[in-house]
């Protein structure tokens, strides 16, 4: 059984289109992370939650909307895609919302945007 | 503020000879530690952690790191590398103390290529 999946693994939509990214986890974890991997490879956190609550609030546009309908879920959604948007999205798990205990990764979504 | 720097962007090595990757960190706090490896077009996995236990901390497949309070490194090694060894390496720092809210910083990356 996958512990962290998410889904699409790739998605490609023209620019101001609005998509969204789903995560869930069965490692009965309550904290759940959205990073974004740049062409770069460059990782940054973009949000946390612990226990559906808001934890991280990095500086993201407010076109992104992360929810949380329960603690095993963490969406992702995303309006007016731009092409600045393009970049590898990483859904994330921990059993610790303090940075302490590792994270478990999801096997990232592509996004292209055209 | 908390930092972390890899050292080198790209390391080669040959099947069978020693790995080290090289990572500094800045903390205001007593950090925790971590190596992450992404192998192509797969999500991170973790190596290794340090959190103020043992300085010499050993990990998965052969990889151990030490914690230099005094160089403030943490520098990843492994004896022998294996040709499943090539993929993405990232060091991660993560502060604790007051105000923290369990961010990590991710280093820019290692990639270590092994040539047989």
């Known amino acids: 059984d996958t512990a962290v999946s998410q889904t699409p693994k790739y998605l490609v939509t023209q620019m101001g289109n609005d998509k969204s990214i789903k995560c869930e986890q069965n490692?009965?974890?309550?904290?759940m992370y959205w990073y974004k991997q740049d062409s770069k490879k460059f990782l940054k956190i973009m949000f946390s939650y612990n226990n559906k609550e808001l934890i991280i609030n990095e500086t993201v546009p407010n076109r992104f909307s992360p929810k949380s309908p329960d603690k095993a879920h963490l969406n992702l959604h995303i309006n007016s895609l731009e092409l600045g948007d393009s970049a590898v999205y990483f859904c994330a798990s921990s059993q610790d919302w303090q940075g302490r205990e590792k994270l478990f990764f999801g096997s990232g979504t592509q996004l292209s945007v055209l | 503020a908390q930092s972390v720097t890899q050292l080198d962007s790209h390391v080669s090595v040959s099947e069978g000879t020693p790995v080290l990757l090289r990572c500094n960190y800045s903390s205001s706090y007593s950090p925790s530690l971590f190596w992450y490896v992404q192998h192509p077009n797969k999500g991170l996995q973790l190596l290794l952690k340090?959190?103020?236990?043992?300085?010499l901390v050993k990990g998965i497949n052969g990889f151990e790191a030490e914690f230099k309070k005094s160089e403030t490194s943490f520098h990843l090694t492994k004896p022998s590398a294996h040709m499943s060894d090539a993929a993405e390496y990232f060091c991660?720092?993560?502060?604790?103390?007051?105000?923290?809210?369990?961010?990590?910083?991710f280093g820019q990356g290692t990639t270590l290529q092994v040539k047989p």
């Open positions: 490692l009965g974890h309550d904290t």
């Open positions: 991660v720092v993560s502060e604790r103390g007051s105000g923290n809210t369990g961010k990590l910083i």
């Open positions: 340090y959190t103020s236990a043992a300085t």
